[in-house]
């Protein structure tokens, strides 16, 4: 059973950084495809970035490209969500999330972190 926990979240001011962290067990995540998602208070859940685990390819938003970037530690089986240059529109839960194919919705996801960017 996958098993997915988010950690890094809290309170930054606009400009500043914050790393998220998604620690997976459960499986071999090889081939997998690994995804971060945030939801703001009143509004639907979003889609931030992806990364494949085997390829490293990735995927990204356009209100985060370029700001934001999504890697993995094989070793550690974790996936990070660096986030610079924050702005409150950024404020929200993320949620890690996890399927085993890219032509699969996502079906595993983790608690979610709380994310506040003040201004």
Do not use: H
Not at 75 to 91: C, G, H, R
């Amino acid at each position: 059973q996958v098993q997915l926990v988010e950690s890094g979240g809290g309170l930054v001011q606009a400009g500043g950084s914050l790393r998220l962290s998604c620690a997976a067990s459960g499986r071999t995540f090889s081939g997998y495809v690994m995804g971060w998602f945030r939801q703001a208070p009143g509004k639907e859940r979003e889609f931030v970035a992806t990364i494949r685990w085997s390829s490293g390819n990735t995927e990204y938003a356009d209100s985060v490209k370029g700001r934001f970037t999504i890697s993995r530690d094989n070793a550690k089986n974790t996936v990070y969500l660096q986030m610079n240059s924050l702005k409150p529109e950024d404020t929200a839960v993320y949620y890690c999330a996890a399927k085993a194919s890219i032509f699969l919705e996502f079906d595993n996801w983790g608690q979610g972190t709380q994310v506040t960017v003040s201004s």
